[in-house]
């Protein structure tokens, strides 16, 4: 599923290739993917003839700017990935105009075309069709619960609100709080294990239990896990891929995620893999405590 970084690798991808371009045509073949307007040939309408000012990020979500007073939200979910290139359909199936990583079996899942007024394709490849996309007015916003039921970006979490959050866990785990987006948009299962890891915590610690010096290891490895994740261009395990097609790299560096078995690059204790919430919790039983 993509995270923060790679939500953000996306965003920085688009801008430099879209930013000022205008829409003139769009095309799907899984239309329950645009939850607003519900009928696709009302957003085909309204989006048709629309530039794109700005791109920015909201936790997981995409959001673009546009001129006519709109925004388009876009929730990449679990498998969802922004493209951009040139593309020829073949019988029923789109491929690459060009040689290169849009070649990729990961790239093949395009289920939304954008035209762009330069003859470039802005494309949405989705292998589970799990997306979320929807286009408001901007005096609307408030309603778009797209947004609107998110907490507060990962990146933008000071300690006092982090240490308030926490406040009001109860017995939820510390991993659990981590990765709910109505707290603290952005951080999902990968960068939840690699901060908790960093920080020396064990990810199914009550996180009301915790004790001063941890929280504020916590907090400073958020930043600090999230940043690096940024600069290797984000995690490709299993499905992300960059604007251009290409793989991020931050999976090359992991200490913990998808490690279990392996000894721990820190003290070569053996990774160990728990079930918290039914999702998949990975851990150095050594260094964290």
């Known amino acids: 599923m993509p995270e923060l970084p790679e939500v953000e690798t996306m ?36 989006i048709i003839g629309e530039q794109i000012i700005d791109i920015k990020r909201r936790g997981k979500v995409v959001l673009f700017q546009l001129s006519g007073e709109k925004t388009l939200f876009v929730h990449p979910k679990m498998t969802g990935h922004f493209l951009i290139g040139k593309w020829e ?24 075309i954008f035209w762009l007024d330069n003859g470039m394709m802005l494309a949405f490849s989705d292998m589970r069709k799990f997306g979320r996309i929807e286009l408001w007015d901007n005096k609307l916003l408030g309603k778009a619960k797209i947004t609107s039921e998110l907490g507060i970006d990962a990146l933008e979490l000071d300690y006092e609100q982090f240490k308030e959050i926490i406040g009001k866990s109860g017995r939820r785990k510390i991993k659990q709080v981590l990765m709910d987006q109505n707290l603290i948009a952005g951080i999902g299962n990968i ?20 004790k001063e010096p941890e929280r504020k290891k916590i907090h400073k490895a958020i930043s600090k896990i999230l940043w690096q994740a940024i600069e290797f261009s984000g995690s490709s395990v299993p499905d992300f891929r960059k604007p251009d097609g290409e793989t991020g790299e931050y999976q090359d560096i992991t200490r913990v995620y998808r490690r279990t078995g392996e000894k721990c690059l820190k003290c070569g204790a053996i990774i160990q893999r728990k079930i918290i919430g039914s999702r998949s919790a990975h851990f150095c039983p050594q260094c964290q405590k």
């Open 191 to 210: 960068y939840a294990d690699e901060i908790l890891f960093l920080a020396g915590v064990l990810p199914f610690r009550p996180a009301k239990g915790l």
């Open 11 to 46: 965003v920085q991808g688009l801008r430099k290739r879209v930013l000022k371009r205008t829409f003139v045509d769009v095309w799907t073949d899984a239309p329950k993917l645009i939850k607003g307007p519900k009928n696709f040939n009302q957003f085909k309408k309204r």
């Open 89 to 112: 359909k073949e019988k029923e199936e789109w491929r690459p105009a060009q040689k290169g990583p849009l070649e990729d079996p990961m790239n093949r899942f395009i289920h939304i």
